[in-house]
């Protein structure tokens, strides 16, 4: 009877669903910059471009954000930006936990250039010319909070209740005498 009750609670841990991977769509970001303006201030990641960065009337920069990723393409043949200018985004929804420059083929930003600071991802993008031939794409990672799935709670609470099943029909053991 205990390695039956020790396989249910094993199979309970074992056959709850794993956490998703963190993704981005449906999440609220926002955007500040200096110098210039980022169109919306807050966005909910979907499909489309959620920002754009510059002047309003006629931005220099799209910033797309999709599953995992923040993309940033020129508007302009070429086009360089300014000194002190910066672009920084925050997830509302679930924190940024990391940016990584993956791959870039229209400006002249580096790695260095990508600052992660407490859930906050700024481009330092002072100087740096962009153009509209390739794309800037930035890896990010969101912090996802676990919610378990309810099939998972179902066979919590059906293992739970095999085990008080258990436990009661064993019943009172044999007394003990003590000297």
């Known amino acids: 009877m205990r390695f039956v009750t020790l ?3 094993v199979a309970g841990f074992v056959g ?6 963190a993704q981005s769509i449906g999440d609220r970001v926002t955007c500040t910059a200096t110098a210039f ?3 919306p201030a807050a966005a909910v990641v979907g499909s489309g471009i959620e920002f754009a960065y510059g002047p ?3 931005p220099f920069l799209n910033l797309d954000f999709s599953d995992g990723l923040l993309s940033v393409t020129g508007r302009f043949s070429s086009i360089q930006l300014g000194a002190g200018q910066s672009i920084s985004f925050r997830d509302t929804t679930n924190a940024f936990t990391s940016a990584t420059l993956l791959s870039n083929t229209n400006s002249t930003l580096t790695a260095a250039d990508v600052v992660f600071n407490n859930g906050l991802v700024t481009l330092n993008v002072a ?3 962009f153009n509209s031939a390739g794309q800037l794409r930035i890896g990010l990672t969101t912090l996802a909070t676990a919610v378990p799935e309810p099939a998972g ?3 919590l609470i059906a293992g739970f209740g095999l085990i ?9 053991g044999p007394a003990v005498a003590r000297a």
């Open 127 to 129: 100087g740096r010319t």
């Open 37 to 39: 303006t980022c169109a």
């Open 56 to 58: 309003t009337a006629t």
């Open 164 to 172: 008080g099943f258990a436990m009661r029909r064993r019943g009172a």
């Open 7 to 9: 396989g249910l609670i």
């Open 16 to 21: 709850a669903a794993a956490p998703a991977a």
């Open 153 to 155: 709670w179902a066979m």
